[in-house]
């Protein structure tokens, strides 16, 4: 149980093209998805918190206009990241806690291996 | 300042040769203590998750204990695909940020040669 999957697993794109990475809890409801980025080897650094029906939250130095969140349903989460950069090449993560599961545990997703050229 | 620090950084072990993990904590209260194990381009992967002083929990050849300042991840006759990074993370009450929010250790990357 607790399973949560990403996709694409891994995406290479143009500088200034957008791209979007989805998230989705396959067997239990998230009323909360996070979404974490990793540098190489180098531990998780949390970028943004969504509840269901309402706007992210930001950490600080974490560009909202770029990195766009969209918790649209309780299964769903979006990053969207705007003109894109070299510089957000990066491993994303997201992880959900929800409904039927253990309290306050997050369960990860695979992850996704983002390549701006 | 709540922190949350994992020793060793890596850690060598032969196969069958048990060994245990560290992560001390300092948080203003603890909601909970989380394990994860990461493999190599991947997410972590959950382990288990300890609420309170005084209890463990087992999954194979894995066991958590929690102490009041501290977590031991006790891996008893280690198999080379228990090689992986181990996360340490935990929940604060009092964190000022989500609700939800962890804070991590750099982890513990164990290697077990055959």
């Known amino acids: 149980g607790a399973v949560v999957s990403q996709h694409p697993s891994r995406v290479i794109c143009k500088s200034g093209t957008s791209v979007k990475i989805e998230c989705r809890s396959l067997?239990?409801?998230?009323?909360?998805m996070f979404w974490y980025r990793q540098f190489p080897k180098q531990s998780l650094m949390l970028m943004a918190t969504?509840?269901?029906?309402?706007?992210?939250?930001?950490e600080q130095g974490v560009e909202k206009d770029k990195f766009l969140i969209n918790h649209a349903s309780l299964t769903l989460s979006t990053l969207t990241v705007t003109s894109a950069h070299p510089e957000d090449s990066s491993f994303y993560i997201c992880s959900a806690m929800g409904a039927g599961t253990s309290l306050g545990t997050q369960y990860f997703g695979p992850g996704t291996r983002l390549t701006v050229l | 300042e709540d922190q949350v620090t994992q020793s060793p950084e890596a850690l060598r072990l032969q196969e069958g040769e048990s060994s245990s993990l560290n992560c001390s904590y300092t948080v203003s209260g603890l909601r909970g203590l989380f394990w994860y194990r990461q493999d190599p381009g991947k997410g972590p992967e959950f382990l288990f998750t300890l609420y309170s002083a005084g209890e463990e929990k087992e999954k194979e050849r894995l066991k958590a204990t929690l102490t009041k300042k501290e977590s031991f991840l006790h891996i008893t006759a280690p198999k080379p695909e228990d090689s992986a990074t181990y996360l340490c993370a935990v929940q604060a009450a009092n964190y000022g940020g989500s609700q939800g929010n962890l804070i991590f250790g750099k982890g513990t990357k164990l290697s077990v040669k055959p």
């Open positions: 969504s509840n269901e029906g309402s706007k992210a939250t930001y």
């Open positions: 067997d239990f409801q998230a009323t909360t």
